[in-house]
């Protein structure tokens, strides 16, 4: 298995191991333009004042492998194995709002956050098939992004490239690995059912949660810079769920995991 395999998305060494203020859609050009469109959102959800200031609550800690999570040079065996996509990675949400957070703060063990943002059932099996052994962890927590989205290997730029609804329009060629139901639904299962062979196997706890139904209630991808609708609490890119959703998903997932 190549060592590519084992990255979040980008492989560019100024992308890893950072620390940093603004991370994909939560970026300054994107709140500084809600600041004028949208700042009520913004003070609505904690992240302006009053005055128009912007309250600086929100850092990405991202690892060697672009995972927003420990780094992976002295793994803790037998600690939470965490899939999924930009909801789980927490984007928009300072790190005490992320429900990966409250887990670890409730169990006694670490749990690692390799959640990718845009992420696909694809990337989840990339990454579980490309952590699993090194982790050897007691649980996998599989947070379902919707299934209508992929991932390729883009060899010009080192990277695995995300494919959405949300992008179709910059892989037109790829929209046919997306665009049929029940193929997406069929990959999906082929995923869920690999990831429960392989715990099976070996006595390990899964938990498999879907977002879809906050998808298919909130999402608007027809409005690429609200995606979010208005009766939403949301993350300071007000494209994400915020601490509500957030805490809504750990008290869901603690309680299977106590189970």
């Not at 492989?11 to 300054?28: H, M, P, Q, R």
């Not at 690892?63 to 789980?88: A, C, P, Q």
């Amino acid at each position: 298995m190549s060592d590519l395999e084992k990255y979040c998305y980008n492989t560019d060494a100024g992308l890893l191991d950072v620390e940093t203020s603004w991370w994909e859609t939560d970026n300054e050009v994107v709140f500084e333009l809600h600041k004028h469109e949208q700042a009520q959102s913004l003070i609505d959800n904690g992240f302006l004042s009053e005055d128009g200031e912007m309250i600086d609550c929100v850092r990405y800690s991202i690892n060697e492998y672009g995972f927003r999570t420990h780094k992976m040079d002295n793994l803790e065996l037998g600690g939470v194995m965490v899939l999924g996509d930009s909801i789980s990675f927490g984007l928009g949400n300072p790190v005490d709002h992320m429900w990966v957070t409250k887990l670890e703060k409730e169990i006694d063990k670490k749990v690692y956050n390799l959640s990718a943002p845009g992420g696909s059932h694809c990337a989840a099996k990339r990454i579980f098939d490309s952590w699993y052994e090194d982790l050897q962890p007691s649980c996998v927590i599989f947070v379902e992004p919707p299934v209508a989205r992929t991932e390729f290997w883009q060899e010009n730029v080192q990277t695995w490239s995300r494919v959405g609804p949300w992008n179709l329009i910059h892989f037109t060629e790829y929209a046919h690995l997306i665009d049929n139901d029940e193929n997406n639904e069929n990959r999906a299962n082929a995923v869920r059912e690999g990831f429960k062979e392989i715990c099976d196997r070996d006595g390990v706890k899964l938990i498999i949660d879907q977002t879809t139904d906050f998808f298919s209630e909130h999402w608007d991808y027809n409005n690429w810079r609200a995606k979010l609708k208005a009766n939403v609490q949301r993350g300071r890119d007000l494209a994400h769920p915020g601490e509500d959703y957030q805490s809504e998903l750990f008290n869901r997932i603690y309680a299977n995991y106590v189970l």
